[in-house]
């Protein structure tokens, strides 16, 4: 039970997480990058070219780890209320009802507090992605 919580919680933020980072790059202004670039700041360049394919790493944040997100915590879910019925003498449809609508208000309502974020914050949230993006690309090379 203790890992199906763990493996929900983690996929739920993970979600909230790439929802963030794909409002963000929809929401940036490309111009503070040009000039973190020109003084060679570390993520600058990797920044702008996350700004440059937007719609693409949108749609990839979005909607292709959203949706698995959402897949993998709703069949974590459904573990969760097939053990929690098991040991539980409350009527399953109440319970998995409730589990429901708990994992739906956490994701729905992290998402919604992501985007206001996303959107205040975005020169912030697509530099440090480009930091993080620029760290791996260096250790790769």
């Given at each position: 039970m203790a890992v199906a919580l763990l493996v929900?919680?983690?996929?739920?933020?993970?979600?909230?997480?790439?929802?963030?980072?794909?409002?963000?790059?929809t929401a940036a202004d490309e111009r503070p990058f040009h000039s973190m670039a020109a003084h060679k700041e570390k993520g600058a360049a990797e920044a702008l070219n996350l700004l440059h394919h937007a719609s693409r790493v949108s749609s990839f944040c979005n909607d292709v780890v959203g949706d698995i997100c959402g897949i993998v915590?709703?069949?974590?879910?459904?573990?969760?209320?097939?053990?929690?019925?098991?040991?539980s003498p409350l009527n399953g449809v109440l319970l998995s009802v409730g589990v429901t609508a708990l994992i739906s208000g956490l994701t729905i309502g992290g998402k919604a507090l992501g985007k206001t974020l996303a959107i205040s914050k975005s020169t912030q949230v697509v530099f440090l992605v480009g930091r993080f993006l620029h760290f791996f690309h260096r250790s790769s090379n």
């Open positions: 929900l919680m983690l996929f739920i933020i993970l979600g909230i997480l790439f929802d963030i980072i794909g409002v963000s790059v915590s709703g069949t974590t879910a459904a573990v969760i209320v097939t053990r929690l019925q098991a040991s």
